[in-house]
């Protein structure tokens, strides 16, 4: 059975950093595709970044242009996760926060080759990521 777990979220103040993580279970995430998206009420959701496999895939990431130069991406291996670190946070980055992977089978490991909406099969559970002052 294919799992992703989440953790990380929190209440941080603007400026202040976080670190999301996503774990996987029962399969190997360096071969996947992974997303990070966010959700707020009333909004649709945004992703926020993507993450092409370095094994199947170029291994290069992309970032919304909303979280460009505050957020990165990084793989562990060993833990089978993937990181989402951000820093200087924003009240408009508040919201919960989801990982998702797409397959090597459908994008073979590159976020190019991923519809949006589609191929994303595989989701976290979310994690609640609150900035107040």
């Known amino acids: 059975q294919l799992q992703l777990v989440e953790s990380g979220g929190d209440l941080v103040q603007p400026g202040g950093s976080l670190r999301l993580s996503c774990a996987a279970e029962?399969?190997?995430?360096?071969?996947?595709?992974v997303g990070w998206f966010r959700q707020v009420p009333g909004k649709e959701r945004e992703e926020v970044s993507c993450?092409?496999?370095?094994?199947?895939?170029?291994?290069?990431?992309n970032f919304a242009d909303s979280v460009k130069g505050r957020f990165f991406v990084s793989r562990d291996n060993a833990k089978n996760a993937v990181f989402l670190q951000m820093t200087d946070l924003k009240l408009e980055d508040a919201g919960v926060y989801y990982c998702?992977?797409?397959?090597?089978?459908?994008?073979?490991?590159?976020?190019?080759?991923?519809?949006?909406?589609?191929?994303?099969?595989?989701w976290g559970q979310g994690t609640q990521v609150t900035v107040e002052s």
């Open positions: 993450a092409s496999s370095i094994v199947k895939g170029d291994g290069v990431t």
């Open positions: 029962g399969f190997r995430m360096d071969w996947y595709v």
């Open positions: 998702a992977t797409a397959p090597p089978r459908l994008v073979h490991g590159s976020c190019r080759n991923v519809r949006e909406g589609t191929d994303f099969d595989t």
